[in-house]
């Protein structure tokens, strides 16, 4: 069974900074894409970053030259640095990745559970 486990989340305030992290455990054979999703009250997940195996990233435009993903394969672990955050930032964070277990011959997605992000202003 595989878990994706995060951490990293808590209250920042305006212009402040955090890094998320998500650690992946279980049978893996190995990890393709990973990435972040966030959910603020009221509103649809959406897509923050993401990061291919090769570590081609993209990014949604309201984060761009702000947060930066990462991974570490050793590890298999993915990272959400953030910095200049903003109140509207606020959401529930969801690392995300397609991973293949060991005997599998397909990927699988899986979630973490989520982590709180809180900016005050």
């Known amino acids: 069974q595989v878990q994706l486990v995060e951490s990293g989340g808590g209250l920042v305030q305006a212009g402040g900074s955090l890094r998320l992290s998500c650690a992946a455990s279980?049978?893996?054979?190995?990890?393709?894409?990973m990435g972040w999703y966030r959910q603020a009250p009221g509103n649809q997940r959406e897509l923050v970053a993401a990061i291919t195996s090769r570590d081609s990233t993209n990014y949604a435009d309201s984060v761009k030259g702000r947060f930066t993903i990462s991974r570490d394969n050793a590890k298999n672990t993915v990272y959400l640095q953030m910095n200049s955050l903003k109140p509207e930032d606020t959401a529930v964070y969801y690392c995300n990745a397609d991973i293949r277990e060991t005997y599998y011959y397909y990927d699988v997605e899986y979630w973490g559970q989520g982590t709180q992000v809180t900016v005050s202003s």
């Open positions: 279980g049978s893996i054979f190995s990890i393709n894409a």
